[in-house]
């Protein structure tokens, strides 16, 4: 039996067709402005969010890290989400990057509002930090999978644009969120000042991260790439592969939320379970019984054929993927149904 890898979205390896479009790419040194594939790639993603400009980056960190270097100064305060990834996954590095401190807030499942963030906004006083920027998720990773619909960014977007705050959209999973709200990436640029979007989650490119915004923070913003060691020669091969991903793999993403919701309807009948937070893409987060804890829990479906991970003690997560068959889910239901702890 093979196993059935729930631990995330990035475990995926290349199709035999995206391997193939990898191989044809056309490339060049792309530090020299010569790649045409990842110029293809960035352009394709700017004109899809109706962004000015993009820049491919080797992972979501960098595009991320770059984005809130961009926006901010020294002594700047970014705000976010207590669970943001650009706060607690990125190595701390806002501090290290662009010495600017955190103003963190506690979302509902990690989604902001106006509400919420007008206060947190420090006035004009040279004791404070100056808040420069608001940095959202979508879709929240901690908050399982949680999307913003573009409703309840737009007066989020109002807010910053009266403040003068400028607005980072995290989007490693966005297309998770288009797909499950159907609001339009093409609406998406009107509101954010930078969207960073992963090809390496859900859509199953090997690697690569894109960072769209204006004309001139893109070229402010390659600059930092270099300075951070993300200038890449003959990038095309990936990009070849973020192309082939977004023709073909967007769509489907509808299958993997499908996936999570029949694990997290199985998660709500298991006998081991205490609760399941609603399911809205390809994220399922369950709470263990009080009497058993994550740990136990993730190793007893380890030697089942299920790999997962947990995220606290008493939490475990499960994400589905384009590796994740019908045929593994229904395997993994008639696992998660028969277990007795
Ligand atoms: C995965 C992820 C990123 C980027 O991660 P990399 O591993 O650096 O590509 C950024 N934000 C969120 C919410 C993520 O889940």
Do not use: W
Request: proline letters at 3%.
């Amino acid at each position: 039996m093979n196993n059935i890898d729930f631990r995330s979205d990035t475990v995926t390896k290349p199709t035999p067709e995206m391997l193939e479009a990898m191989m044809q790419a056309k490339v060049g040194d792309d530090v020299f402005g010569e790649d045409e594939t990842v110029k293809a790639l960035e352009e394709k993603l700017a004109k899809l969010f109706q962004m000015e400009a993009a820049l491919f980056c080797p992972s979501g960190t960098m595009s991320n890290q770059i984005a809130i270097k961009c926006f901010t100064q020294p002594m700047d305060e970014v705000i976010c989400d207590q669970t943001a990834h650009v706060y607690r996954y990125e190595g701390g590095g806002i501090a290290y990057n662009s010495l600017a401190s955190v103003r963190l807030l506690y979302g509902e499942r990690g989604i902001l509002t106006p509400q919420l963030i007008e206060p947190e906004i420090n006035a004009e006083n040279i004791h404070y930090p100056t808040s420069s920027l608001v940095v959202l998720e979508n879709t929240v990773n901690k908050g399982g999978g949680k999307c913003y619909t573009l409703d309840q960014i737009a007066p989020i977007n109002e807010l910053c644009a009266e403040k003068n705050i400028k607005l980072h959209l995290d989007g490693a999973r966005i297309f998770n969120a288009l797909v499950a709200t159907g609001d339009q990436a093409a609406d998406y640029g009107q509101y954010f000042d930078g969207i960073s979007v992963c090809l390496s989650k859900g859509l199953g490119a090997p690697v690569g991260s894109v960072f769209l915004s204006t004309k001139p923070i893109i070229k402010q913003a390659t600059r930092i790439r270099k300075v951070l060691g993300g200038g890449m020669r003959q990038a095309g091969f990936l990009a070849a592969a973020g192309i082939y991903a977004l023709d073909h793999h967007v769509n489907r993403l509808a299958i993997d939320h499908q996936h999570a919701q029949a694990l997290a309807d199985a998660l709500e009948q298991a006998n081991f379970v205490k609760n399941v937070m609603p399911v809205e893409t390809n994220i399922v987060l369950f709470d263990v019984r009080d009497d058993l804890d994550s740990a136990t829990v993730t190793s007893v479906l380890a030697k089942k054929g299920i790999m997962c991970n947990s995220t606290s003690n008493q939490t475990i997560r499960f994400v589905t993927h384009l590796d994740v068959s019908s045929a593994m889910i229904d395997q993994a239901i008639e696992i998660i149904e028969t277990l007795k702890l």
